[in-house]
């Protein structure tokens, strides 16, 4: 029997059938077959998602041998790709070109065209979520024509992060930047502090982001801006990467984790010791921008993040900390709070507001069971009083009333959803559940407000 587990082995589907392109041709031999059949399909890249998006009962697409770097333009800074490169593999390309991504998450082995999909970001209030990067993009749809996308189509906006429910990505076209070099500084922070300087923060360095080691109250600023001084020898991050990413944070933080088996209030001695050794130091570090990041992530993890307006911040944070107590959740280290650039794109977190994105794990270990779920749960009870948005790539635990509620171009995005997908092949049980089911009527209306012209095609 066929099937496909994410890289967190948190969930599995058993399609009919995987398939494996390795090319446009190949896709749309795959879309045809569906089409006769009636059945559904769903594409899946580098399984980096944590929730069951890429489930399906009809045929599964993996895009790992559809990866060539197509083209690249040093001239006007921009490199084509398909849809199966990774985010790792076009950084190591832009770097051997003299460029670089603008802005990137800690993760850089997700799908770049999966990562799009539903809103891969990095930190920093000037910098937007990946889609942001688009040039251009394409996208095939279920009628088997391809629809080219560009900056400033109202469709780019639409459909910039459209949860794989659409199409499929074959192509895509991204704005980098001449590569650059990093300075980061970190330094512990309190919360009043921070709350104190946060625009002027935000303000004046490139990418910020905020630390926080549940039940302590230990926070961690980090910073980075672009510099032309000289890189640091090679063991600082040799030392950043092998000794505190690699070795702390991932097996040595591993190995105390198995004592709350024992004893789950443990967790609290644990995050001490862990906010003790990253937190409490002020250090900095110059690098590549890639350098700086990029952290090894080797644990298994389940994990929920929303964007909240950023003026809400600290104030969010504060509850946090008030909900952990009260309830005597135990939480793992560490809670990540980032920023984000306003866009427009409709199903993006950050639809028209700058955004402050925090992030909760816990993590996956064998013969470790632990108890996440309701405050997971719990936190997204309290972001909705927040009004946040929930990440794409994440754990939901909103409803469809609060997501309608959420987003202002929610019910158009549905819309034209089913308008170039009217017999739902890239739906599934998740995304059927969070779905906006428009009338006939209401495809019509749409229809006519927006293609009173031909879309624009690739035969």
Known sequence: ??????????????PKKIQFPKSLSDLKQIITETKITKETLKVVGHGNSYNTNFHTEGTLVSLKDFNTIQETNIETQQVSIDAGVSINKLVQHCSNNGLALSSLGTNMFDNVAGACSTGHHGSGINYGILSSYLDSFDLLLASGQTLTIKKGDWLYDALGVHLGAVGIITKLTLNTEKRFKLKQEVFPISLQAFQDCMSDLLSANDHVKLIWAPHTNDYQCWIANRTEDSIDHN???????????LLIN??????????????????RSINQWLSNYFLKGKTQCIGWSDQIFYLPH???QDAIEYAIPLDKTVAFLQDLH???EAQSFHVQFPVEVRFVKQDNFWLSPAYQKDMCYIGTKAHLLPFLTPNYKPYFQAVSQLI??????????????????????????????????????????????????????????????FKKQHFDHDLQLVK
């Open 384 to 445: 909705e009083t927040y009004q946040g948005r929930f990440h794409w790539g994440k754990q939901n635990y909103s409803s469809k009333t609060y997501l309608e509620n959420s987003y202002p171009k929610w019910k158009e995005f549905w819309t034209l959803r089913d308008y170039l997908d009217p017999n739902k092949m890239f739906m599934n049980n998740w995304l059927t559940e969070l779905a906006y089911k428009p009338s006939k009527t209401d495809i019509e209306m």
């Open 1 to 14: 029997m066929n099937s496909w587990k994410n890289w967190a082995n948190l969930s599995k589907c058993e």
């Open 298 to 300: 080797l644990l298994k």
């Open 250 to 267: 991932n097996l040595v933080h591993a190995s105390l984790l198995y004592t709350t088996a024992i004893k789950p209030a443990w967790i």
């Open 322 to 324: 008030n909900l952990i």
């Open 235 to 245: 063991f600082m991050h040799w030392k950043n990467h092998m000794i505190d990413g």
